[in-house]
T-cell receptor
Framework: DSGVTQTPKHLITATGQRVTLRCSPRSGDLSVYWYQQSLDQGLQFLIQYYNGEERAKGNILERFSAQQFPDLHSELNLSSLELGDSALYFC???????????????FGAGTRLSVL | GDSVTQMEGPVTLSEEAFLTINCTYTATGYPSLFWYVQYPGEGLQLLLKATKADDKGSNKGFEATYRKETTSFHLEKGSVQVSDSAVYFCALGGGGADGLTFGKGTHLIIQP
């Protein structure tokens, strides 16, 4: 158990809809990272928050957004969903806010999103 | 930009065989290198890491050495077990791009 909690485990929705994925980092970790794992693109970095503020952005679509709350949990919002958004979404956390990610990241079990 | 290349497999071995999974990288700066493992239905777990040239990471019988001259971080294990069956990801951080950059993953199957 990594200590990173993601909910829900599975999400099934329709095209055009909006969903919210939730992540609670390990106790004491200030950074949260979001990644997307798909069959064609592999694992891709989406966005990082550190202590409530956006720290780094990767290949995140404009339809996607994230935020980190004062209790350090984070939410990833996906809107106007398309079939191609079906993927496994991982959250990871680390103690430091290093945007270049030299430090160890601990991953949650992921949320599997199916867009029908 | 940063990139990681690894053999995708599947790689099928018999129990107690020697394992090598190749990983090479391209990065600016001085990245840290990682191997993560993903068991079926689970998230990624850190297997080992190395932060500078010639560092050797090791854990659970797995080893990998950070080779700057060949830009490689090959994963090895002397004697694999059925329980090692999983997908293995090579990754780098701190090379210039934000976040971790992952390889495509290598699916390892160990047969009894």
């Amino acid at each position: 158990d990594s200590g990173v909690t993601q909910t829900p485990k599975h999400l099934i929705t329709a095209t055009g809809q909006r969903v919210t994925l939730r992540c609670s980092p390990r106790s004491g970790d200030l950074s949260v990272y979001w990644y997307q794992q798909s069959l064609d693109q592999g694992l891709q970095f989406l966005i990082q928050y550190y202590n409530g503020e956006e720290r780094a952005k990767g290949n995140i679509l404009e339809r996607f957004s994230a935020q980190q709350f004062p209790d350090l949990h984070s939410e990833l919002n996906l809107s106007s969903l398309e079939l191609g958004d079906s993927a496994l979404y991982f959250c990871a956390s680390s103690v430091e806010g290093d945007r270049l990610a030299k430090n160890i990241q601990y991953f949650g079990a992921g949320t599997r999103l199916s867009v029908l | 930009g940063d990139s990681v290349t690894q053999m995708e497999g599947p790689v099928t071995l018999s129990e107690e065989a020697f394992l090598t999974i190749n990983c090479t990288y391209t990065a600016t700066g001085y990245p840290s290198l990682f191997w993560y493992v993903q068991y079926p239905g689970e998230g990624l777990q850190l297997l080992l890491k190395a932060t500078k040239a010639d560092d050797k990471g090791s854990n659970k019988g797995f080893e990998a050495t950070y080779r700057k001259e060949t830009t490689s971080f090959h994963l090895e294990k002397g004697s694999v077990q059925v329980s090692d069956s999983a997908v293995y990801f090579c990754a780098l951080g701190g090379g210039g791009a934000d976040g971790l950059t992952f390889g495509k993953g290598t699916h390892l199957i160990i047969q009894p």
